[in-house]
């Protein structure tokens, strides 16, 4: 399972920059009443939950084998990062399933559009919380970094001898 954490900082990046692209267009279509943006923006909450799924399991896995490797402080570091990474495919998860119905029931439409401004904003800063904690594990503790794994070989061939 270790293959599944290793892909996790190559994964992340795209449901990242693809709600956070979302959240633009959605921003802007509903606000300029551009049909086409709100279109674009429906289909990439969709694509932005999905890969976020990908994203999520391999964070996962990401976080078990660091909490094997790490020390408590940064268990708890793990713990926060994981936390607001599920909040936020979860809420963007209920966004999609909200848009969705009112698409089908062809009610996205006035004043219930512009309750998606604030849902996006909030959406938005989930994404940058999420991020700030695991930017803290990469560059403050060196998490799924070759230097990290490093450290960890030397630690474990100090401990051996």
């Given at each position: 399972?270790?293959?599944?954490?290793?892909?996790?900082?190559?994964?992340?990046?795209?449901?990242?920059?693809?709600?956070?692209?979302?959240?633009?267009?959605?921003?802007?279509?509903?606000?300029?009443?551009?049909?086409?943006?709100?279109?674009?923006?429906?289909?990439?909450?969709?694509?932005?939950?999905?890969?976020?799924?990908?994203?999520?399991?391999?964070?996962?896995?990401?976080?078990?084998?660091?909490k094997?490797?790490?020390?408590?402080?940064?268990?708890?570091?793990?713990?926060?990062?994981?936390?607001?990474?599920?909040?936020?495919?979860?809420?963007?998860?209920?966004?999609?399933?909200?848009?969705?119905?009112?698409?089908?029931?062809?009610?996205?439409?006035?004043?219930?559009?512009?309750?998606?401004?604030?849902?996006?904003?909030?959406?938005?800063?989930?994404?940058?919380e999420?991020?700030?904690?695991?930017?803290?594990?990469?560059?403050?503790?060196?998490?799924?970094?070759?230097?990290?794994?490093?450290?960890?070989?030397?630690?474990?061939?100090?401990?051996?001898?």
């Amino acid at each position: 399972m270790e293959f599944l954490a290793e892909l996790h900082p190559q994964i992340i990046h795209f449901p990242i920059a693809i709600l956070i692209l979302y959240s633009v267009l959605e921003i802007v279509g509903i606000l300029s009443k551009n049909i086409f943006l709100q279109k674009t923006s429906f289909l990439l909450l969709a694509i932005g939950v999905v890969s976020a799924v990908g994203a999520v399991l391999t964070g996962n896995q990401a976080a078990e084998f660091a909490k094997l490797n790490s020390d408590l402080p940064i268990a708890t570091l793990i713990n926060d990062h994981e936390t607001y990474a599920t909040i936020t495919l979860w809420y963007y998860f209920v966004i999609l399933i909200l848009r969705t119905y009112l698409i089908l029931k062809k009610k996205f439409e006035g004043i219930l559009k512009f309750v998606f401004i604030p849902l996006v904003l909030i959406g938005s800063y989930l994404i940058y919380e999420t991020g700030e904690h695991g930017g803290k594990l990469v560059y403050n503790y060196g998490i799924g970094t070759s230097i990290n794994k490093d450290m960890n070989t030397f630690d474990n061939f100090e401990n051996h001898d």
